[in-house]
């Protein structure tokens, strides 16, 4: 146990029950125990494995690479059709952590064995993602913005590109890449 961690188990009083029974099963399976984006994340030598987080309807375990598992018991959620690696298995109760104790470890213990092989999701190139015709067209008319955006990581290029694409509307895309435009031009991605 790391002492760093566990303000985390104590300031969820919904989930606490469930969160403590999740942690000992992460422990159990000999990883090393971290907070890393506020949320417990057990480590195998410096490689992410498994994560903790809550949420309003349930608590879940986060497996970074859970679309390289087998999931035999088809457990695994795709949180949306954007996430490409990670897979959540999600509780809502203690007795269904239980029941699932020796499930959970060995989709742990797969994981494990899939980061010591060094395996790698493959993602989806940037060009593979859809490009909404407003921002195509911002990016015709303005040889700075497409130079400042050709410049992006392609991490940053693809959170643009999901978020124009998200709204439903023309008008919504189009208020989206105006609001955008600066911060593509100044080198920033979308969270930055």
């Known amino acids: 146990m790391n002492p760093k961690v566990d303000w985390y188990f104590v300031k969820n009083k919904k989930w606490q029950e469930e969160l403590a029974h999740l942690r000992m099963i992460a422990l159990d399976s000999g990883l090393n125990e971290e907070l890393k984006w506020g949320c417990p994340c057990y480590a195998l030598e410096g490689s992410n494995i498994v994560l903790i987080h809550t949420f309003k309807a349930y608590c879940a375990f986060l497996f970074f690479k859970g679309a390289l598992l087998k999931d035999p018991k088809h457990i695994l ?16 109760s203690v007795r269904e952590i239980a029941k699932m104790k020796a499930t959970l470890k060995a989709y742990i213990k797969e994981a494990i064995a899939v980061e010591k092989k060094g395996l790698k999701v493959p993602f989806k190139k940037t060009k593979e993602f859809s490009m909404p015709e407003e921002f195509k067209k911002k990016l015709d008319e303005n040889a700075s913005l ?9 991490g940053r290029q693809r959170g643009y590109l999901l978020y124009f694409s998200s709204a439903k509307q023309s008008k919504t895309r189009e208020a989206k890449v105006e609001k955008s435009m600066q911060q593509i031009l100044n080198g920033k991605g979308l969270d930055d």
């Not at 795709?78 to 490409?84: H, P």
């Not at 400042?148 to 990581?153: D, E, G, I, K, Y």
């Open 77 to 92: 959620i795709q949180q949306t059709a954007n996430v490409q690696a990670a897979r959540q298995i999600r509780f809502t």
């Open 146 to 154: 497409k130079t400042a955006f050709s410049a992006l990581t392609s």
